[in-house]
């Protein structure tokens, strides 16, 4: 990965709802490099909490069940207490995948996804959006997937949850350009994090069977995602909203 851009973010407070691990720890890493201030929120707390004391003083850590109300409303209240402000928000939360067709996916299963994917970010926005407005504008950035743009075999809710969030990003891109305030949505192809474990003895097998499947012949690492994000996040960005950057190694062009 190139180096970051020197202090682009500087003065920014971001507040990243899935980074304890991952592409939103990744986006957390890259954030602090580039002058942010960092409040890693996380279902998790104890990995969250690490990562912020290996991020040092500019970071901090708070839970955050991003399915709850309660929840999505402490932590923007968190970041509010703990900076004074807020310019950034980032939604990298998201179930796992059940691997079902329609038929067979159980109900329970098709709402945490779409819980946690897709109305957690809309929860976290609700409270974060008016701080970014009072803070004179800023970035939401959502984390999609290419498949919010192409569906794939037995992912059902997975490829809903995120093509949802790719058009919540536009609705909200829409409401909210009065108010200086960008939002876009970010889609990854395959990347390198442990939720291919799941799927993947280690990260080469991994790379094997996916990586054909990109023009570029390979899985993403998870710095490559946080590059696109503190772009998007940042002044460089500052003529784009309502998109959604797809950096999926060309997945979804064929």
């Known amino acids: 990965m190139a180096d970051a851009a020197t202090n682009r973010l500087e003065g920014s407070v971001i507040l990243i709802a899935?980074?304890?691990?991952g592409i939103g720890a990744a986006i957390a890493r890259r954030c602090i490099t580039e002058g942010a201030k960092v409040v890693c929120a996380d279902y998790d707390l104890e990995p969250a909490t690490r990562l912020a004391e290996a991020l040092g003083p500019a970071a901090a850590a708070c839970q955050c069940d991003v399915t709850k109300i309660e929840s999505a409303e402490a932590a923007v209240d968190f970041a509010e207490r703990k900076?004074?402000?807020?310019?950034?928000?980032?939604?990298n939360a998201a179930a796992p995948s059940t691997s079902a067709t329609v038929v067979d996916l159980d109900e329970r299963a098709w709402r945490h996804e779409i819980d946690v994917g897709l109305t957690g970010a809309f929860l976290m926005s609700k409270?974060?959006?008016?701080?970014?407005?009072?803070?004179?504008?800023?970035s939401v950035v959502f984390i999609g997937s290419q498949f919010g743009r192409v569906a794939t075999t037995r992912a059902v809710a997975y490829c809903a949850a995120k093509a949802g969030l790719i058009h919540l990003a536009k609705a909200m891109a829409v409401d909210h350009?009065?108010?200086?305030?960008?939002?876009?949505?970010?889609?990854?192809?395959?990347?390198?994090?442990t939720r291919l474990l799941r799927r993947f003895a280690d990260f080469e097998a991994a790379n094997a069977g996916l990586g054909?499947?990109?023009?570029?012949?390979?899985?993403?690492?998870?710095?490559e995602i946080a590059a696109a994000a503190a772009f998007l996040l940042s002044s460089d960005a500052s003529f784009v909203t309502g998109s959604d950057m797809l950096v999926d190694g060309g997945y979804a062009t064929r």
Do not use: Q, W
Request: no cysteine; proline share 9%.
């Open 18 to 21: 899935g980074a304890a691990s």
């Open 83 to 91: 900076y004074g402000r807020l310019d950034g928000l980032v939604h």
């Open 127 to 138: 409270f974060a959006v008016p701080l970014v407005a009072a803070s004179g504008g800023g």
């Open 177 to 193: 350009a009065p108010d200086k305030i960008r939002v876009n949505s970010l889609s990854p192809g395959a990347v390198a994090t």
């Open 212 to 223: 054909p499947a990109h023009l570029l012949g390979r899985i993403a690492e998870p710095d």
